[in-house]
């Protein structure tokens, strides 16, 4: 019988990660869910598990190095073998440049960005060796334009597609495709939390905030975890099996590139 294909989703203790791990359990994948907290990572596995689908969660802080190698080992130890990585987590502090420290700015490239690269290396040594695999990531809208008050984040997301990019070139010959999903805005916690800060910014509700944001908007709405799920879902499929380098838009057309 062959064998299942292991996807691992960091970050998926809630929010787009959690939605994109139940998607690709549902598509047939084994899956690994990642989170920094035990609390929800453990919580969204027993629930893929209770669903009826192989399913592991796994803790680790996938800014650090050495965790994301003890994560991998665990992996392949269980399932020998990793087919698509989805690199979702991450971070989005709201602050002006007089706040931010170099400690704070380090601390955000390092779990934007840092994690993406020691999470690929390690996928792809396992992806060359099995003759293919996908690497999907988190890119953002802010992939493409600039907010004053997330300087840091900004960074970490314009350097999440040249990453893309350049690995996408380097992995290409190894039948490894790699592409960022790039959402505008999904209404999770991160999206809660930069909410409140800017509409008490602004001196307005949450709920005025949302229907100015979604006036910008041409269709009008946010982005569901769902529907950022079944666009990752599609390229971890074998039908964009010829689809690598992109950073796609995925955002109502709130900003067109
Ligand atoms: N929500 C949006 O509107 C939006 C828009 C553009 C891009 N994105 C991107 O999509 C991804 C998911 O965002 P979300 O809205 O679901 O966020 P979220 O905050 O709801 O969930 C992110 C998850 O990542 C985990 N995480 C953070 N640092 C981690 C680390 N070092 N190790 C392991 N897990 C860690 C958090 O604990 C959390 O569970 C992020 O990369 C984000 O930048 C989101």
Redesign the pocket.
Known sequence: MDQKKVAIV?????????AITIRLAKDGYVVVV????SS?TFEVAKEIQDAGFECIGIV?????EQQVDEMFAQVIQKYGRVDVLVN?????PVRGLDEITSGKFEQTI???LF?MFYCSKKAAEYMKRQGGGRIIN?????SFRQNPQMIE?TTS?WAVRGFTRALAAALGPFNITVNSY??????????L?NAEEYSSMMGITVEEYFKVRFKEIPMGR??T?EE?AAFVSYLASDDAKNITGQNIMLNGGHVMC
């Open positions: 960091t970050g998926a203790g809630a929010g787009i990660g959690k990642n989170g920094r907290k929800n680790c802080d996938v800014s650090d979702n987590a991450g971070v989005c390092r779990t934007n994690s988190a890119g953002s809208q802010s984040y997301k790039c959402p505008g805005t999904v209404i999770t916690q991160m999206q939390k946010a982005q975890p950022i």
